[in-house]
């Protein structure tokens, strides 16, 4: 079973694949981004460092991919990993444009098809105020400049991406607006079990609406 998280910067991937990981036994993979030398730069000035950064993404997600996905799924293993590959095309879109952006799908068509699909996709929604909000509690340096404009738009991106099918791929939607899964099991719980309903995976219980933390309305 191979499990891939997806979603907009900042809301909760690699949390959720870490609190998942228990409970479906299986190896972890998380997305290395720290590594990138141009990401820094990138966030303060998107246009000069964009076909760098892209591309650095692109061959490390590949490595990433073909080493550590490629030998938990060789060894059997129940695996979870908190992005896709196919992610790295929707960043490509929105940050390249003209011979940059041809050069960088002919590089990602290629590698692509040397990359194992998972068996589901776990596509996180939020809205773009609440994906802000996380984005600033986390607080890592890179992203404290963070502009609004550009996580609205891989907000549309990401909507427009999922909404078309994927790869024959399954993918479960869900509004995480008013979940949080590091404070409420409850929360957690109702995550994981939508998850085994549509893998098939015992036990599990019909879904049921949850109580969360959203407001009264007025």
Not at 31 to 52: G, M
Not at 84 to 94: G, H, L, V
Not at 118 to 127: G, Q, T
Request: glycine fraction near 2%; aromatic fraction near 10%; charge should be negative.
């Amino acid at each position: 079973m191979y499990i891939a998280i997806e979603g907009v910067i900042g809301v909760g991937k690699t949390t959720l694949a870490r609190l998942l990981q228990p409970a479906f036994q299986a190896e972890l993979v998380l997305e290395i981004f720290e590594e990138n030398p141009f990401l820094s730069d990138f966030y303060a000035d998107r246009a000069r460092y964009a076909f760098q950064t892209q591309i650095f993404f692109l061959l490390s997600r590949y490595r990433q991919q073909r080493q550590n996905v490629a030998m938990a799924l060789a060894t059997g293993k129940n695996l979870i990993t908190d992005y896709t590959f196919a992610k790295d095309s929707i960043f490509a879109r929105i940050n390249l444009c003209g011979d940059e952006l041809e050069m960088y799908h002919r590089v990602h068509e290629a590698l692509a098809e040397k990359i194992p699909q998972p068996d589901l996709v776990v596509y996180l929604r939020a809205d773009t105020d609440v994906l802000m909000q996380r984005i600033a509690l986390r607080d890592r340096p890179y992203e404290r400049h963070m502009e609004r404009t550009y996580i609205e738009e891989l907000h549309r991106a990401y909507e427009e991406f999922f909404s078309k099918p994927y790869d024959h791929t399954p993918v479960l939607a869900i509004d995480t607006n008013h979940l949080n899964v590091v404070q409420n099991p409850e929360h957690l719980r109702h995550i994981e079990n939508r998850i085994r309903q549509v893998l098939g995976i015992p036990p599990y219980q019909p879904t049921l609406p949850i109580e969360t933390d959203r407001p009264p309305r007025s």
